[in-house]
């Protein structure tokens, strides 16, 4: 039997896509747009939401692990050229973005013009209003600034495991200081908790070694360690259910420093996402370090919950209700561990996660342009399906597609603006 590895982790590019199915289906039962007049009642939506798509826990994890895929993609032991990693940049993001603006704008009924030029050069949600066809395009602009910061870091500081630590702590203690301040404050406070889930993902790549993955030639099966991956997912599920970390901070009577769209309350995620990602990467470094997140992973949720009971407030609210059953269930499937394998087969939803998650809500808003014929919730659940069917052929079709032919119409153009000089 021949084996082989490969430096290419197929259970990130899986995750990627289950967190972009997150972020849909929680968008699509929350907001359910797609439908005209059936609604869901309450609590349904709030139950399968908590119960099965932690969006925002989603969203963090797509910002760790676009720097942990920049970090990868431009190593510390190699020269960086500045104006290549720009245009990779540029061509990877702003075409698709570019089109699903105008999209946006044009399905989403009146835009200001001003609107629209923001979200062109990435002003919202904070200094433009978010798009009414769309408005789920912020994480785009942090996640644009967090490239421009990665070339001074690449650039500029020293590729130290202690100086970046230092720095990530440093940007948490900041963050800490400015929530407790209104008004400007509080937009840095925001743009800075992103950039320390993008900055850890990074280290994660930069000095967090990712043990080899062995593949059977013959069958590209997965030769991986077991991990508990069924009980890490709904333990994910379980983070979101309760809040992240707002009602943590409600509970302390720090609600004032809850911010928005990210903050200080998404800091008690990080060691969930530590664990989720030296789990899949089946990392080499420190165990203890891997243990410690997963104990507090756990520990998190649980004293909500304990709290929220003696509260009496887990029968009142669904969403504390929900966090109960999946930290229940992910102490029951601990036990059960199992390769990679299932978020492996996930890869194709992670290759086009980023058109799905740019193009959904337009899509999901077209569909509930059509007049209504039965007012049912099988009409509902028809109109859903087609949202879903609709959105990952419309984003298979811009990553095969339409992102391919800009990015080689442009480079044909600048190899002949390079050549004329």
């Known amino acids: 039997m021949m084996y082989h590895s490969k430096e290419y982790n197929y259970a990130l590019e899986g995750l990627r896509g289950l967190a972009a199915m997150w972020v849909f289906f929680s968008h699509a039962l929350s907001w359910q747009i797609f439908d005209p007049v059936y609604r869901l009642s309450y609590p349904w939506p709030e139950y399968i939401i908590s119960l099965t798509s ?42 698709l973005y570019l089109l699903t603006v105008i999209i946006s704008s ?30 789920v395009l912020w994480s785009i602009g942090y996640e644009v600034i967090y490239y421009l910061i990665f070339l001074l870091i690449a650039l500029f500081l020293p590729h130290k495991k202690t100086i970046f630590i230092n720095l990530i702590l440093s940007i948490i203690i900041l963050v800490c200081f400015l929530c407790l301040y209104p008004g400007e404050c509080k937009i840095i406070a925001s743009y800075l908790s992103g950039l320390v889930f993008w900055l850890l993902g990074m280290y994660l790549s930069w000095f967090c070694v990712p043990k080899p993955q062995l593949y059977n030639i013959e069958t590209e099966r997965s030769l991986q360690n077991k991990i508990p991956l069924w009980s890490m997912l709904i333990l994910v599920a379980a983070t979101g259910a309760y809040g992240n970390g707002g009602a943590i901070l409600n509970g302390l009577h720090l609600g004032s420093a809850i911010i928005s769209p990210l903050g200080l309350s998404d800091f008690f995620c990080i060691p969930l996402v530590i664990y989720i990602f030296l789990a899949l990467t089946q990392n080499t470094g420190s165990k203890i370090l891997k243990k410690l997140c997963f104990v507090v992973s756990f520990l998190l949720p649980s004293v909500f919950v304990t709290i929220a009971a003696f509260q009496h407030k887990l029968l009142t609210y669904p969403t504390y209700f929900a966090a109960l059953i999946l930290l229940v269930l992910a102490a029951l499937l601990l036990p059960i561990r199992t390769t990679v394998e299932p978020l492996e087969k996930l890869k194709w939803s992670g290759s086009i996660s980023y058109a799905v998650y740019i193009f959904h809500i337009p899509i999901m808003l077209l569909i509930g342009k059509i007049p209504n014929f039965s007012n049912t919730l099988w009409e509902f659940l028809l109109r859903l399906s087609c949202s879903l069917t609709a959105t990952i052929a419309v984003a298979n079709f811009a990553e095969t597609k339409i992102q391919p032919l800009i990015r080689h119409r442009l480079q044909f153009i600048i190899a002949g603006i390079g050549k004329n000089r």
């Open 106 to 135: 044009a399905i989403g009924g009146f835009t200001n013009l001003n609107q629209v030029f923001g979200h062109l050069i990435f002003l919202n949600p904070h200094f433009v209003a978010p798009l009414a066809g769309n408005n």
């Open 54 to 95: 932690p969006a925002h826990v989603g969203v963090l994890i797509f910002i760790c692990l676009s720097g942990y895929v920049i970090g990868l993609t431009n190593p510390p032991n190699k020269p960086l050229s500045p104006q290549k990693y720009l245009f990779k940049r540029f061509i990877r993001i702003y075409p």
